[in-house]
């Protein structure tokens, strides 16, 4: 059963974690579901941060994948409060995004 288990790790690690293809799987159909999963990933923290989500409009998903970009999820809060401390300290969230983060605790999943 080890075997198993190894196999799907593996998969995992490529889905969400920019991990080698796993051998028997085709490349574009995993990287379609890792975009899936991205995106997926992506509007559970946009739903944690409606305000910076708002501020940076059709941006926000290429500064969010381009900051998860191997980084494995740990919890959506945990992700809602390190990107926008990567935002913050790229520059990329507007001020009054700032102001309104301080007043506006994300939910805990």
């Not at 809060?77 to 300290?89: K, P």
């Amino acid at each position: 059963m080890t075997g198993l288990a190894e196999r799907q790790a593996a998969l995992v690690r490529a889905l969400v974690a920019a991990g080698e293809l796993p051998a028997g799987f085709d490349r574009d159909a995993l990287d379609t579901a890792s975009k899936a999963l991205l995106r997926k990933r992506s509007g559970e923290v946009g739903g944690h941060l409606p305000h910076v989500r708002a501020a940076l409009g059709d941006r926000f998903f290429a500064l969010f994948a381009a900051w998860a970009d191997g980084r494995p999820k740990v919890s959506t809060h945990a992700d809602a409060v390190a990107f926008t401390a990567h935002l913050e300290s790229t520059g990329h969230l507007p001020e009054p995004s700032r102001r309104r983060r301080r007043l506006y605790r994300p939910r805990r999943t």
